[in-house]
Every structure is written in structure tokens, then in C-alpha cells.
């Protein structure tokens, strides 16, 4: 059943390889929208790419959102492809390794910066730059994944954090930046959510959190994707900047 009506529109997922990222590209999939599924893994687009119904319209693309040249690369490989920019952009793509905040070094604080920030940057500026030189009536819209911890905090979590407050911040100045060239831009909280990125975290650690999750659960990547497609959609037209918290009242 479609909600959203995203016929015809090419939607550009990073981190589409795993967890949140695949789950957008299943509901974009499912709202009729051409998904090119982005990611450093390449192998793990091609598994989203093989899940996705109609498959042979959408695309895998290997990208390291932190590299500039890499992101440059996948813009033009897709433009190619399309021969049209991407009208929907979710930047999903992110790391979150866990370190004693003293025991953090500069070369970690900086590659979890570049992933989670600089990487968000990248993608959306390249993203808004190949809308507006498309000329004629532009109609984008963007959702950056951010994390409730960046209202919260939490202890080695220190740069994960960090940059995830930056991802709030970079969403609000670029939505008022980009509403009036026709781009709005808006971000999810998700709290605890079930994918690959939590694994790490050991069983007793997941157990207590999930007591203080008010809704008593972890949520689904599906749940997240979800408010993600209804923020890249037009039905949430009025929305510009916002930050939707996903989280089973998880911290609110
Ligand atoms: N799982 C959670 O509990 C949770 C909670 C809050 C926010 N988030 C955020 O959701 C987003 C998706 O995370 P997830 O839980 O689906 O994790 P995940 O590990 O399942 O997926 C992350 C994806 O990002 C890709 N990636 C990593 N570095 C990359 C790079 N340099 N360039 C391109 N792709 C890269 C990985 O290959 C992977 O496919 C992340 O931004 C994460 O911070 C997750």
C-alpha cells in the first residue's frame, strides 16, 4: 500500500547497505520512487538493491560519504544512469564506536567527525548543488538521521555524540538556507533501534536500557524509516527543520 505517492522520483539513500538506511529503501521502494542505495559497502547495496521491488530501476552505488572525490563520483555515476538528479536524499550513512572518553584519540574523534558530520555535509551540498543546476521548478527534500543521544549525551560516546548534535545543527541551517530554492530539510532522533550498529553493545547493557524505554522495546528499523519517508514526502509539506525524536519515548 502506498502512503506517500513518490512515483517517479529518484531518492538517494546513504547507508542503504544496512539497517535504518535499507529499511528507507524498502518504504521508498514500496512508495514507487527509483532508490539508489549508497554505501561503502558495496556488496551489502547490491543485497538492498536484489530485496527492493521492480530492481532493476534502482541503483547500488558505492560511496565513502566522507571522501569528497568518492561523493563526487557516485553524483555524476548515477546522473548517468537517471540522467536526472535526485529529487529525495536521506544521509542514514554513520559509525558509532565506543571508546573511554580519555582513551579517545585524534584520529578516531576525527573519522567518527567525518562519517556522521562532514559526511552529511558532503552528500547534501553535492545533492543541492546537481538540483539547482538542473534548472526549471526544483522540489527536494532531505532527511538527516541524528540520534536522541545528541540531546542526552552518553558516556564513550563522546565524538559519536558530538557530531550527532553537529547532524541537528547542520539541518537547521541548511533547511533555512535551502526552503526558499525549494529544498526543505529535516532530521529523526531514533532512540535504540535494532540493526547492526547496536550488536556491540553487550546483552546486559541493552537489557537495562530497554527498562527505561518507556514503550518497553527496542525499535524496528522499519519504525524509523517510516517518519523518514513521511518527512521526504509532500505530506509533511509545512515542515522545515524539524526534528522528529523516534524513540518508544525513549529520553523525551
Ligand atoms: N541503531 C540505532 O540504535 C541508532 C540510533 C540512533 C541513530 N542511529 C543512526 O542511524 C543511522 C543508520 O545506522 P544503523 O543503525 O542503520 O547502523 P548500520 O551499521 O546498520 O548502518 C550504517 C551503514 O552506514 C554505512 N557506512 C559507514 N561508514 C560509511 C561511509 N564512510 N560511507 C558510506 N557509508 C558508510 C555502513 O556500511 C552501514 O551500511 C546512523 O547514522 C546512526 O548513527 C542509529
Known amino acids: 500500500m502506498s502512503f506517500y505517492n513518490m512515483l517517479g522520483k529518484i531518492a538517494l539513500v546513504t547507508g542503504g547497505g544496512s539497517g535504518i538506511g535499507r529499511a528507507c529503501c524498502e518504504v521508498l521502494a514500496r512508495e514507487g520512487a527509483r532508490v539508489v542505495v549508497a554505501d561503502i559497502n558495496l556488496q551489502t547495496t547490491q543485497e538492498t538493491v536484489s530485496l527492493l521491488p521492480g530492481s532493476q530501476q534502482h541503483m547500488a552505488v558505492g560511496v565513502d560519504v566522507s571522501d569528497k572525490g568518492s561523493v563526487e563520483a557516485a553524483f555524476k555515476s548515477f546522473h548517468k544512469n537517471y540522467g536526472e538528479p535526485p529529487s529525495l536524499l536521506v544521509n542514514s550513512a554513520g559509525i558509532a564506536p565506543m571508546s573511554p572518553f580519555t582513551d579517545t584519540s585524534e584520529e578516531e574523534w576525527m573519522k567518527v567527525i567525518d562519517v556522521n558530520l562532514k559526511g552529511t555535509f558532503l552528500m ?56 526558499r ?16 550498529m547496536i550488536q556491540p553493545l553487550n546483552e ?49
Open 124 to 179: 547534501t551540498q553535492s545533492f543541492t548543488k546537481m538540483l539547482l543546476d538542473g534548472g526549471g521548478e526544483v522540489q527536494g527534500s532531505i532527511v538527516n538521521v541524528s540520534s536522541i543521544l545528541a540531546k542526552s549525551g552518553l558516556p564513550s560516546l563522546e565524538p559519536y555524540t558530538a557530531s550527532k548534535g553537529g547532524v541537528i545543527s547542520l539541518t537547521k541551517s541548511c533547511a533555512a538556507s535551502l526552503i
Open 181 to 196: 530554492k525549494g529544498i526543505r530539510v529535516n532530521c529523526v532522533l531514533p532512540g535504540m533501534i535494532t540493526t547492526p
Open 204 to 252: 546486559v547493557y541493552q537489557k537495562k536500557v530497554m527498562k527505561i524505554i518507556p514503550q518497553g522495546r527496542a525499535g524496528h528499523p522499519h519504525e524509523v524509516a517510516e517518519a523518514i519517508a513521511f518527512l521526504l514526502s509532500d505530506r509533511s509539506s509545512y515542515m522545515v527543520g524539524s526534528c522528529i525524536e523516534v524513540t518508544g519515548g525513549y529520553m523525551m
